[in-house]
Nanobody
């Protein structure tokens, strides 16, 4: 059974930083491109960043531009999202997802999704 488990969310003050983690199990992690998405209340889910299977290529969306980074550790079956200079509008549930075709991450066409972790940024 494939599982993607996000962690690291919580309450942070504006200007602060968080690093989210997503641990994968039940899947050959290194075969999958990985991505991070978020969904704020009343809004559609949006793509944030993606990373290729080996980590050599990354995919970015406009949100959080310059304030975030994605990385992965295939030995630990884990992908990370580093977010800096957080703003209240970054408040959302953050999801990781896996796709056999990394280029499909941008479209949200993913094979597996995590349950999400809440990030709340206070002003």
């Amino acid at each position: 059974q494939v599982q993607l488990a996000e962690s690291g969310g919580g309450l942070v003050q504006a200007g602060g930083s968080l690093r989210l983690s997503c641990a994968a199990s039940g899947v050959t992690f290194s075969n999958y491109g990985m991505g991070w998405f978020r969904q704020a209340p009343g809004k559609e889910r949006e793509f944030l960043l993606g990373i290729s299977t080996g980590g050599g290529k990354t995919y970015y969306a406009g949100s959080l531009k310059g304030r975030r980074a994605i990385s992965r550790d295939n030995a630990k079956n884990t992908v990370y999202l580093q977010m800096d200079s957080l703003k209240p509008e970054d408040t959302a549930v953050y999801y990781c997802a896996a796709s056999l075709l990394p280029e499909r991450l941008i479209k949200g066409e993913c094979d597996y999704w995590g349950q999400g972790t809440q990030v709340t940024v206070s002003s």
